[in-house]
Every structure is written in structure tokens, then in C-alpha cells.
């Protein structure tokens, strides 16, 4: 399987203003394996997320609202935007999703739970024209193509985010939250029973050497199994 990798440090560009919030971010971050540029005014941010892997924007901003520096950045570059700010009202989360952000954290929060949104957007982000193969099935994001030995597996466009996402580390276990979020919507409201209904539908289009396993309470994972024999 071949899957974009970060063999030096990921780089977040942490736009915010206030230094003492701005500190423990930076220093917490840096305890996960992050490099942080900070950048204390939206138009610093604006050219710093041109070298970053992810970036980190606060919405309270002294030059520049928040929400214009999202929609600058995303107008420039296709690099992860992540909101954490103390607006938590879910018009404030939606307008942030709509204007081209990634997530939207709502203050506060631990750093662990920072640390592991970060990683899982990046993910969410393969290098383009970068195809996944896994148990003889290949998947291209590009052109939202899943191919069995050459064959359509013709999945809709929620199975094939859900493969292409549980494709991503095979083996891993994919937690449910995270399945909702990624392929649905960060602020999902609709029926928990969506996903186990996609999975039941996209396990019928694998071939018998790939499986779907359930972690009860948990989520989902991708595994390769024995075909059975004749």
C-alpha cells in the first residue's frame, strides 16, 4: 500500500494572537512531535500557511477576522485548516466548516485531543495523484476511481469515502466518531445507523479477500482474509 508519509517533523502554522495562549499551544505541541511557526496576526498567518502541513486558527484576530484569513488561505492552498476558538454556537462552527475550514475545536481542550485532530486531518489529505492498493484493490482519490483487478467495484460516493478512509492504515481501528466526521460532517446530527448501514452495503462489493471487521463499541477496521476454498 503506498500512503503519503511525514519522516520530518509536521510543521503547524498556529495563528493567534494572544501570547498566553499561544505558549502552552505551542509548547504542548511540540511535546507531540510538532514543529509550530506562530504567527500572531492574520496577514503573518496568511503567508505562513503557504509552508505548512496543518494549520491551527484562532477566530479572535487583531488585523483580520478569522473567518476572512480561512477563506484567504483556502482560496491559496488546499492545507488542512483547523479553528479553535471559544465560539462554540453551531451557526459559528457551521459558518467556519462552509468557509473552507477542516474542523472546528471549541475551547478548551486537551492537547491529546488536538494532537490526534491534527494527525486525522492530515490524513484526510493523500498527495494528489497518490493511489492507495491494498489486497489487490486499488483506490484513486483523483478520480474517485475503486478498481478490483481492473474492475469497477461501482460504489456510491459515501462506500467509497468509507473505503478509501478505512484504507488508509490498514488494521487500524477507525473509531466511529472519526468515520462520522471524516465521510459525513464534523458537526453529524443524522442517525447513528448510517454507518453500519454503508458498511453492510460496501462489504457485499469487496472481493472475499478483504473484510470489514467491527470492534464492538469502537469502530471499524480494514483486513485482508483467506478466500474460501472451493
Given at each position: 500500500?503506498?500512503?503519503?508519509?511525514?519522516?520530518?517533523?509536521?510543521?503547524?502554522?498556529?495563528?493567534?494572537?494572544?501570547?498566553?495562549?499561544?505558549?502552552?499551544?505551542?509548547?504542548?505541541?511540540?511535546?507531540?512531535?510538532?514543529?509550530?511557526?506562530?504567527?500572531?496576526?492574520?496577514?503573518?498567518?496568511?503567508?505562513?500557511?503557504?509552508?505548512?502541513?496543518?494549520?491551527?486558527?484562532?477566530?479572535?484576530?487583531?488585523?483580520?477576522?478569522?473567518?476572512?484569513?480561512?477563506?484567504?488561505?483556502?482560496?491559496?492552498s488546499e492545507v488542512p485548516i483547523l479553528i479553535v476558538s471559544a465560539r462554540g454556537q453551531e451557526s459559528d462552527r457551521v459558518q467556519g466548516?462552509?468557509?473552507?475550514?477542516?474542523?472546528?475545536?471549541?475551547?478548551?481542550?486537551?492537547?491529546?485531543?488536538?494532537?490526534?485532530?491534527?494527525?486525522?486531518?492530515?490524513?484526510?489529505?493523500?498527495?494528489?495523484?497518490?493511489?492507495?492498493?491494498?489486497?489487490?484493490?486499488?483506490?484513486?482519490?483523483?478520480?474517485?476511481?475503486?478498481?478490483?483487478?481492473?474492475?469497477?467495484?461501482?460504489?456510491?460516493?459515501?462506500?467509497?469515502?468509507?473505503?478509501?478512509?478505512?484504507?488508509?492504515?490498514?488494521?487500524?481501528?477507525?473509531?466511529?466518531?472519526?468515520?462520522?466526521?471524516?465521510?459525513?460532517?464534523?458537526?453529524?446530527v443524522g442517525s447513528g445507523k448510517s454507518l453500519d448501514v454503508h458498511v453492510t452495503t460496501l462489504r457485499k462489493k469487496l472481493p472475499p479477500?478483504?473484510?470489514?471487521?467491527?470492534?464492538?463499541?469502537?469502530?471499524?477496521?480494514?483486513?485482508?482474509?483467506?478466500?474460501?476454498?472451493?
Open positions: 500500500m503506498r500512503v503519503t508519509c511525514h519522516h520530518l517533523p509536521m510543521r503547524v502554522v498556529l495563528i493567534e494572537d494572544d501570547p498566553s495562549m499561544a505558549q502552552p499551544l505551542i509548547e504542548g505541541l511540540a511535546r507531540h512531535g510538532f514543529e509550530v511557526q506562530w504567527a500572531n496576526t492574520g496577514t503573518q498567518g496568511i503567508e505562513d500557511a503557504r509552508a505548512a502541513d496543518v494549520v491551527l486558527l484562532d477566530l479572535g484576530l487583531p488585523d483580520i477576522d478569522g473567518l476572512e484569513v480561512c477563506t484567504a488561505i483556502r482560496q491559496r466548516l462552509e468557509l473552507g475550514a477542516d474542523d472546528y475545536i471549541v475551547k478548551p481542550f486537551s492537547m491529546r485531543e488536538l494532537a490526534a485532530r491534527i494527525r486525522a486531518n492530515v490524513r484526510r489529505r493523500p498527495a494528489a495523484n497518490e493511489a492507495m492498493e491494498f489486497g489487490g484493490i486499488t483506490i484513486d482519490r483523483d478520480q474517485h476511481s475503486a478498481t478490483h483487478e481492473g474492475t469497477e467495484l461501482g460504489l456510491t460516493p459515501k462506500e467509497f469515502e468509507l473505503l478509501a478512509v478505512l484504507a488508509e492504515e490498514p488494521g487500524r481501528v477507525v473509531p466511529r466518531t472519526e468515520l462520522y466526521a471524516r465521510i459525513w460532517d464534523p458537526v453529524w479477500t478483504i473484510a470489514i471487521e467491527a470492534v464492538r463499541g469502537v469502530g471499524y477496521r480494514l483486513a485482508e482474509q483467506s478466500a474460501p476454498s472451493d
